[in-house]
């Protein structure tokens, strides 16, 4: 079993910055392919960005690439979503999530974190 915690959401105003940790516990963190997704109100949750247990590989959606850079420290058992030039339709519950690797990762975690809130003000 392994355990997301979510942190460092927030409100931040259009073109800004934030960065989003999450730290995982109960398992090796360093064997897991590690993402982020996000869920709007009424929305489907949708993938954001994801790396693999090395960070050797990411990916990411075509809405955030080049703007978000999703990295991690296995010595801290952390996962870091860096977040520049935010917009409106930024805004979601921004959850983390692990799987196997990073394909699986992309399409269908095994954990989920409880989410952390970022609102983007226009």
């Known amino acids: 079993q392994v355990q997301l915690v979510e942190s460092g959401g927030g409100l931040v105003q259009t073109g800004g910055s934030l960065r989003l940790s999450c730290a995982a516990s109960g398992r090796i963190f360093s064997n897991y392919a590690m993402g982020w997704f996000r869920q709007a109100p009424g929305k489907e949750r949708e993938f954001a960005a994801a790396i693999s247990w090395s960070g050797g590989s990411t990916d990411y959606a075509d809405s955030v690439k080049g703007r978000f850079t999703i990295s991690r420290d296995n010595a801290k058992n952390t996962v870091y979503l860096q977040m520049n030039s935010l917009k409106p339709e930024d805004t979601a519950v921004y959850y983390c999530?692990?799987?196997?690797?990073?394909?699986?990762?992309?399409?269908?975690?095994?954990?989920w974190g409880q989410g952390t809130q970022v609102t983007v003000s226009s």
């Open positions: 999530a692990a799987a196997g690797s990073l394909a699986v990762v992309t399409t269908a975690p095994g954990y």
